[in-house]
């Protein structure tokens, strides 16, 4: 006996529509977070950061937490640093920088205006160096919002240390 035409199974409406909502979410999960795209190592390091001295990027091996954690500190000072230099040194002959490697260093950060505020050089541990950038940004940038509050001070030097 023939079959009908359209007599073969057929998935309920609510299989299609359960179907489009997993798309859905994965779609968004996909775009929104990090979680199939690539680490922040191979996206790499800011392009608002750069880093002079005896010390290269390569030498430091940030690592994608690093990376990222550099990162995200550049996007939420960005309104206020459009730039960061990092300068870095090591004390003696490194052949090669571990954790516990000491570093001179020493941050430049470039403002929308035509003001530098610097830190001065400190020596710190590789391991170290990461948190100390982040937690001096912080302080950089509360310090020089509050500088800008008082116009009436005499603002017409170019570098700011703190």
Known sequence: MPKKAGSGKRFPVGFFALFFFLVAVAGVVYFQTDLFRAGPSERGLSGLVSVRGSVSLEQLALSAQEIGVINQAVAKYRDTFSKVDLIVNTVGHVD????????????????????????????????????QLVGYMGKAASEYKEFKRFPDVK????TLYI
Not at 101 to 121: I, P, R
Not at 155 to 158: G, L, S
Request: proline content about 5%; overall charge positive.
């Open 155 to 158: 603002q017409n030097f170019k």
């Open 96 to 131: 090669t920088i571990t954790p516990n490697t000491v570093l001179v260093f020493a941050v430049e950060l470039q403002t929308s205006g035509d003001l530098v505020v610097k830190s001065w050089s400190r020596k710190v541990p590789r391991g170290k160096m990461v948190s």
